[in-house]
Every structure is written in structure tokens, then in C-alpha cells.
């Protein structure tokens, strides 16, 4: 099952999040949804052709679980970029490494990949973001604290960066 897509779908306290990925890394990773169909159909046409494995991602699932409840579990997965571009990886990699209840805005993204002034660009490479909460785009803002664009909207971005922010041990 080297190359095979699989897949998986879970519930959270706040929705169902589906998971798609190959021996090679992570290739989506979900918002929250209402719904199993929902969450599954985000992943695109690519999950009409991946096998159901709940048990080859049982950890972040879990670990999923746990960060929607409040938790801080780390997320150190592997991600598989194929098709993205190189600047992609860099601002998606940069993401990765905003600490936990903590936001940087675009534009220090920007500087931070070598780009000063490619925050629009950033924020782009934000909403295409194939990997939710793994690559944290909620912890992106807009210059000034504003909280910016979140594929999963304003309210949710919002309340994902205040349970954080109150996290206990934080």
C-alpha cells in the first residue's frame, strides 16, 4: 500500500475532520464539518479512489481529538508537498513552526521566508493550506491583529485562536 490513498473520517467536539494521505506523508487534512459525508467530500476526488484505513491514522487522529478539546498535542507528521512550489513549502513550513497560542501575521511570514512584501502571497499559500491544524493557518493574521481570511471562517478561526490562547499551562 505504498503509493495508495487512504483515508479516514472522525468526530471531534466541534465536527467531523477527514484525513486523506499515502506511505509518502499527509496530503489533506480537514476543518471541521458537520458531517462524515462532509468532511470526506472536502478531500476532493481523490478520496473516490483511497481506501478506508482508520487504523493507519489512529494517532493524529486521536491526537485531532484531542487539540479540538482543548489539549496541545504536538503534530510532527510528515507532509507530502508534491505539487507544491518551492515557496509554498517554505511559508507552509514557516507556519509550522508559530508555538501554540501564539499568531505571526502575514507579513512576518513574509520576511521570515526571505519575501518582505509578499503577505498577499502568503496569505494565499494560507488558503491553500492542504493540511489543516498540522500546517496551523489559523495562527496567521492580518497586519494589526485583524484575524484575515480562514477557509473555515471567521468564527471558527476565532475560537481556535482563544481556546489556544487560554490554553492552561500556556
Not at 476526488?45 to 491526537?63: I, P, S, V, Y
Not at 504536538?74 to 518551492?86: C, E, H, L, Q
Not at 492580518?142 to 489556544?164: C, I, N, V, W
Request: hydrophobic share 40%.
Amino acid at each position: 500500500m505504498s503509493g495508495q490513498l487512504a483515508y479516514t473520517a472522525f468526530e471531534t467536539d466541534i465536527g467531523w475532520i477527514a484525513i486523506l494521505g499515502t506511505a509518502a506523508g499527509l496530503r489533506r487534512v480537514t476543518l471541521p464539518h458537520r458531517s462524515r459525508s462532509e468532511a470526506i467530500q472536502c478531500l476532493g476526488g481523490a478520496a473516490e479512489q483511497a481506501l478506508r484505513d482508520d487504523t493507519r491514522f489512529a494517532n493524529l487522529a486521536k491526537r485531532l481529538k484531542d487539540f479540538f478539546h482543548g489539549d496541545r498535542p504536538g503534530f510532527p507528521d510528515t507532509i507530502d508537498f508534491s505539487g507544491a512550489t518551492a515557496f509554498q513549502r517554505a511559508v507552509w513550513e514557516a507556519a509550522r513552526q508559530i508555538p501554540y497560542g501564539e499568531a505571526r501575521s502575514y507579513g512576518d511570514l513574509a520576511e521570515q521566508v526571505g519575501r518582505p512584501g509578499a503577505a498577499r502571497a502568503v496569505g494565499q499559500c494560507m488558503a491553500r493550506n492542504p493540511v489543516a491544524v498540522v500546517i496551523p493557518c489559523h495562527r496567521v493574521v492580518a497586519s494589526g491583529g485583524r484575524l484575515g481570511g480562514f477557509g473555515g471562517g471567521e468564527d471558527l478561526k476565532r475560537y481556535l485562536l482563544e481556546m489556544e490562547a487560554s490554553a492552561p499551562g500556556r
